[in-house]
């Protein structure tokens, strides 16, 4: 009768050591600066008040004097009129532009400070013949 031996695997120790090693940066805070942002969202609604579904919608930074322009983003928005955009957690000024067929073009400034969440509102009316 043969006794069999256990193996040991390094499987286990290497997913202890990585586990570690994360839950000590977590706890640390190591880690914290790299996820610092901030949300601008915000809804879209017809003249009507109803959410307006598939309005597109551009984010564009403006940067002050010797800042780097932060990349554009565009998005449109949910069946909900929904949308909203990450960005870094640093001052910034931004400018959202919202637009759809048929529909007058809506610009919104926005400051963003730091880790925040800023929400804006925008009506779209229709544009007169």
């Known amino acids: ?65 010797g800042e780097k322009k932060p990349k554009g983003q565009k998005q449109v928005s949910t069946f909900r009129g929904e949308f909203s955009f990450r960005v870094a957690a640093k001052p910034m000024r931004y400018t959202v532009s919202v637009k759809a067929p048929g529909y007058r073009a809506q610009q919104k400034p926005v400051t963003v400070q730091g880790d925040e969440r800023i929400d804006i509102t925008v009506l779209l009316e229709r544009e007169k013949p």
Do not use: C, N, Q
């Open 1 to 65: 009768m043969k006794t069999s031996k256990k193996r040991k695997t390094t499987r286990t120790s290497g997913s202890r050591r990585w586990f570690a090693g994360t839950l000590f940066l977590l706890l640390t805070g190591a880690a914290a600066g790299a996820d610092e942002y901030a949300i601008i969202a915000g809804t879209v609604f017809r003249e009507t008040g109803h959410a307006f579904p598939g309005a597109e919608i551009t984010l564009e930074g403006v940067p002050g004097e």
